[in-house]
């Protein structure tokens, strides 16, 4: 049985940060790119940051672009988005997903990403 599971999420003051947690079971991990997708309320789901675990290569949207970082623990079939500097507009619902690995992928919109996650909430006040 595929099993995505995030937490992590929470409220965080404008500025302060939080970590990301996304643990993965049921498929062959490496096979496989990780990514972090939000929805923020009123907005339309968008990616924010993905990993091919093969390879390494990331991906990040520009938004987040020096305040998140992804990583990897192969061993423990676990991904992580740390999360800094976070602003308001950082508030979202955050999926984690499952999908080919990032070469493949002309754009990254969560068509072909067969493993989703329940979501995990990030509310940043200010």
């Known amino acids: 049985e595929v099993q995505i599971v995030e937490s992590g999420g929470g409220l965080v003051q404008a500025g302060g940060s939080l970590r990301l947690s996304c643990a993965a079971s049921g498929f062959t991990f490496d096979h496989f790119a990780m990514c972090w997708f ?21 991906y990040y949207a520009d938004s987040v672009k020096g305040r998140f970082t992804i990583s990897s623990d192969n061993a423990k079939n676990t991904v992580y988005l740390q999360m800094n500097t976070l602003k308001r507009e950082d508030t979202a619902v955050y999926y984690c997903a499952a999908g080919p690995p990032l070469h493949t992928l002309v754009r990254i919109n969560g068509q072909f990403f067969p493993y989703w996650g329940q979501g995990t909430q990030v509310t940043v006040s200010s």
């Open 38 to 58: 939000r929805q923020g309320p009123g907005k339309e789901r968008e990616v924010v940051s993905c990993v091919s675990i093969n390879d390494g290569t990331t």
